[in-house]
């Protein structure tokens, strides 16, 4: 699991062997997830998300909660992809710093407050374009 533009992401390979990165989004759930690896070429697929017990884990969970974890992408029973945030921590921005989850994503609130502060300085500005945004975000 990695963090690509302030969001986690796992990466799955497909059926045509290609990998392909999946974002977890915290406000959505189980099924949201599992409708969008459904939707990347897996649509007749069976995919369950288990913990790492085998124990399937509700469609109604919070990613917020799914990811607190390890937990397991199985796909038609018989490929198994564990996904592990704290495995994946190396690559997180904030991990030298920080080992909770809780406190890396109170960081990264943080800082996007700080962008948002800046893009907004004129009271009379009410929008910005992707590029002024990234380098807002890439200046912290």
Known sequence: MIRKDGT??????????????FPLYTNETVSD???DIREEDRENS???????NGTIISHS????DLIKTPFVVSIDNKENYTVD??????NNLFSNVVGNIHLSD???KALFQKVQQRMFIDPNRHYTTYREYIRLCNSY
């Open 61 to 64: 969970t919070r990613i917020s």
């Open 85 to 90: 945030f704290k495995a994946g921590q190396n």
């Open 8 to 21: 986690l992401n796992f990466i799955l390979p497909l059926p045509n062997k290609e990998k392909c990165f």
């Open 106 to 108: 109170l960081i990264s």
């Open 46 to 52: 069976q995919i369950e998300i288990k913990d790492i």
């Open 33 to 35: 997830l599992i409708i």
